[in-house]
């Protein structure tokens, strides 16, 4: 079986489609169309995304991570505007601090070039110090449900298993956005924590009923598959069905190989 687009992006990233057009990202922020009649790709001319990237790689305890940048793209259409939304990391040279985003930019609905600037409309809390940055376990996946985004943010390994972090069981504490699906208003950056207890979800879906599916990276042959509903706590790290990478067992599971709780 062969590939009909290949290698326009080498380095990860995102993809959205709008109107028999494909929007590719790699995860530095380089954006390219690719048009589904001809095929050809071109790069877009958009503004430098917000992530301070070069600054992570050179200054950042974590530089050399893979997993930093944009993690997932959103087209959405109003009756005036057409917005791409991107959920990235965001480096705090200051703090040399990571916390996660979702900015947006308005496009032009016909070139899907730019109409302005990128503008974050929401930001975490900054990920407690610890000894790597567990980018792998960030989630990042971005929908739209009733002019709401709706952004899954994963633990970051902050589990007491994986690495040394201030914080243990961050996705069990309610006073930050990690380990959680969350709502947020893009106008006024306002959010709602929808579940917590979440590990890794890598996989977010609106059915046709109006459901909310959430594939969830658990660790090994603990992966799930979730239905968000508002208040939900999925256990995690206290329950799974998994086990330890290093070990046949989880480390905080009084019982093994359940999910009760």
């Known amino acids: 079986v062969g590939y009909k687009y290949q290698n326009i992006v080498k380095s990860g990233g995102a993809i959205e489609h709008y109107n028999k ?8 922020g380089s954006f390219f169309k690719l048009s589904l009649e001809d095929g050809v790709p071109s790069k877009l001319s ?57 900015s947006r930019i308005s496009l032009n609905k016909k070139s899907l070039e730019s109409n302005g ?8 809390k900054f990920l407690p110090k610890s000894e790597i940055f567990g980018g792998l376990g960030s989630g990042g996946r971005i929908i739209e449900e009733e002019g709401k985004i709706i952004l899954t943010v994963g633990d970051y390994n902050h589990d007491s298993m994986l690495i040394t972090s201030d914080e243990r069981a961050i996705a069990q ?37 109006g459901r909310i599916f959430s594939t969830e990276h658990g660790p090994r042959g603990g992966d799930e598959l979730n239905i968000i509903i508002p208040g939900s706590n999925f256990g995690w790290p206290y329950v799974s ?15 093994q190989g359940r999910h009760d709780g």
């Open 21 to 28: 057009k494909i929007i590719v990202s790699d995860k530095f």
């Open 241 to 255: 069905t998994g086990m330890d990478y290093e070990h046949y067992s989880l480390g905080n599971e009084d019982i």
């Open 173 to 209: 504490n309610e006073t930050n956005e990690y380990g959680s699906v969350i709502s947020i208003d893009p106008e006024n950056g306002n959010h709602e924590i929808l579940s917590i207890g979440n590990r890794n979800p890598q996989g977010l879906v609106k059915t046709n009923s």
């Open 117 to 124: 600037i990128w503008k974050t409309i929401f930001t975490t």
């Open 46 to 102: 958009y503004p430098k995304v917000p992530t301070n990237h070069d600054e992570f790689v050179t200054f950042g305890d974590y530089g050399s991570h893979p997993h930093f940048g944009i993690k997932d793209l959103l087209l959405h259409e109003d009756e005036k505007d057409l917005w791409l939304y991107i959920s990235h990391h965001s480096y705090s040279k200051q703090n040399n601090r990571v916390a996660f985003s979702i």
